[in-house]
């Protein structure tokens, strides 16, 4: 059978239920379909509400969430940002949107995240960046108290991408909930979606709405169109809200599933010791947005040779992310590693490493059938 007519196994495809269509029915029969609105408003307070975070502003994309945390914290050019090296792109492109310099932080083993360590060894040679971004990889909460230890040591403000990691706590606090600002993200694979959207957290009220002013456009109060700031049309429409104010009644439902993922993944492979999943924090409770593997070092079994065989069934699969000191566009900007000896703990997982398809709509005939392509790449 060509592998075209095989039922298609995704990563990580979105999940509707009824309620999205009932919020945005709303929306319609109400002429309410603009960046503003009830469910707008309603989704930012059911957000705050399941989270804990003080206050929100629903924005376009995690991505512009980044951004407005860093102009926020009035970072541009001539400052430092020290950020997680192994994570996807949208996690520091900001930094260069405002001018500013990125240093990459290497991951450590333990949870993939950024390393303490690496990050304390940043601090010896840039003593005063204007921010620490950190990812939360595939759900897993880092290392947040070690390394919120080191930024207060050092008054430096950390923000949290918790753009995978919505729903994942940690010591029972949610994570984007911790630092000065967190960023969650709906794009179209995460674990609940708007099609695409985000929104910024924090404590601090007035930045919140500091960040509400910027994505619509800077508006001075006045008749007439005012600016004495350059705003930006980030805000998130009424139309996207309603989608969110429905997935998010289910956000529980699809992290349970995917756990149960994840835990049928690492009992598949407890046999192969050439097979470990992605690690999780025991501080933690992961959403485990992906599930991934790692191969042990030494075994002839590529990422690539098990990531062709799903294709080959028409099933998904990806890389891990590919570092940010490896990205041609970052060439020129400093890196820290892990490892006393330079090598980076985020490049050796970017070789050895693959994400699983981690649909939560994969039945168990799906299941075991990558479980069974995998297996086989073993010779088990
Ligand atoms: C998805 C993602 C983002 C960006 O979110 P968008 O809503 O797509 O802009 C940022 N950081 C990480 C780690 C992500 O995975």
């Not at 408003?41 to 975070?53: C, I, S």
């Not at 940043?122 to 950190?134: G, I, R, T, W």
């Not at 992605?278 to 098990?306: E, H, R």
Request: hydrophobic share 40%; proline share 6%.
């Amino acid at each position: 059978m060509d592998k075209k007519e095989k039922k298609r196994i995704y990563l990580s495809s979105p999940t509707m239920h009824d309620e999205e269509q009932k919020f945005v029915k709303e929306a319609f029969d109400t002429n309410w379909i603009a960046p503003l609105g009830p469910n707008v408003t309603a989704f930012e307070n059911e957000m705050t509400a399941y989270t804990k975070a003080a206050h929100a502003t629903a924005l376009s994309a995690g991505t512009a969430a980044i951004h407005l945390a860093l102009k926020l914290l009035d970072i541009g050019p001539g400052d430092v940002v020290f950020v997680s090296d192994l994570t996807f792109s949208a996690t520091c492109n900001p930094i260069v949107y405002e001018g500013a310099t990125p240093v990459f932080i290497d991951a450590e083993p333990d949870t993939w995240n950024m390393s303490p360590e690496a990050l304390k060894k940043a601090f010896e040679k840039y003593p005063h960046p204007k921010a620490v971004l950190c990812a939360y990889l595939y759900g897993t909460p880092a290392k947040i108290d070690e390394i919120m230890a080191v930024c207060e040591a050092h008054h430096v403000p950390y923000i949290e991408d918790a753009a995978e990691s919505l729903g994942s706590t940690y010591k029972g606090k949610h994570t984007g909930t911790m630092g000065k600002f967190g960023i969650y993200s709906f794009n179209g694979n995460k674990i609940i979606t708007t099609s695409g959207g985000g929104m910024l957290v924090s404590e601090d009220k007035a930045a919140v709405e500091k960040a509400l002013f910027l994505a619509t456009q800077a508006r001075d109060p006045a008749r007439f169109y005012l600016h004495s700031q350059i705003g930006y049309n980030y805000r998130m429409s009424n139309v996207v809200a309603g989608i969110g104010r429905g997935q998010l009644l289910h956000l529980d439902e699809h992290k349970a599933r995917k756990q149960a993922i994840y835990r049928q993944y690492k009992e598949a492979f407890a046999d192969i010791p050439e097979i470990t999943m992605n690690p999780l924090n025991p501080d933690g409770d992961a959403n485990n947005w992906l599930s991934g593997m790692l191969i042990g070092k030494g075994c002839d079994v590529t990422p690539d040779m098990v990531m062709d065989a799903l294709d080959e069934e028409n099933i998904e699969s990806r890389p891990v992310w590919k570092p940010m000191h490896e990205q041609p566009v970052y060439a020129k900007c400093d890196f820290i590693p892990h490892n006393g000896d330079g090598s980076s703990v985020g490049s050796n997982v970017f070789a050895r490493g693959l994400c699983l398809p981690s649909d939560i709509k994969n039945t168990p005939e799906d299941m075991a059938l990558i479980i069974g392509i995998v297996r086989k790449c073993f010779g088990r």
